[in-house]
């Protein structure tokens, strides 16, 4: 499967924004998918998964209530909106799919197979 992120861009402090990924070349739906951000100088962390249906997400600790992840499984597009948006959210967020595992949904990046190529998202003070 092919992922193309998109929907980046330069925000300021407090706004919101929502970035998409879009899944070509192979059935979505078998899927979970997952958000991963890389800031400049730090490692790559995991930001949200979902599960192949939907039903299941999962969010790091320390952005749950203000990123929600979600699918459409019709369009073969994960989007990630990111409400109350901070300097420190400024990263490289990229999509991820792995093999679908029920309800599980994977933080472990290593459990990922595909990867997109990674939107810019700068939010200024």
């Known amino acids: 499967v092919q992922l193309q992120a998109s929907g980046g861009g330069l925000v300021q402090a407090g706004d919101s924004l929502r970035v998409s990924c879009k899944a070509y070349?192979?059935?979505?739906?078998?899927?979970?998918m997952g958000w991963f951000r890389q800031a400049p100088r730090k490692e790559r962390e995991f930001v949200a998964g979902?599960?192949?249906?939907?039903?299941?997400?999962y969010y790091a600790a320390s952005l749950k209530g203000r990123f929600t992840i979600s699918r459409d499984n019709v369009k073969n597009t994960v989007y990630l909106q990111m409400n109350s948006l901070r300097p420190e959210d400024t990263a490289i967020y990229y999509c991820?799919?792995?093999?679908?595992?029920?309800?599980?949904?994977?933080?472990?990046?290593?459990?990922?197979?595909?990867w997109g190529q990674g939107t810019q998202v700068t939010v200024s003070s």
């Open positions: 991820a799919a792995g093999a679908a595992r029920g309800y599980y949904v994977e933080s472990d990046s290593r459990q990922y197979d595909y």
């Open positions: 070349g192979s059935t979505f739906s078998a899927y979970a």
């Open positions: 979902i599960s192949w249906s939907g039903t299941s997400t």
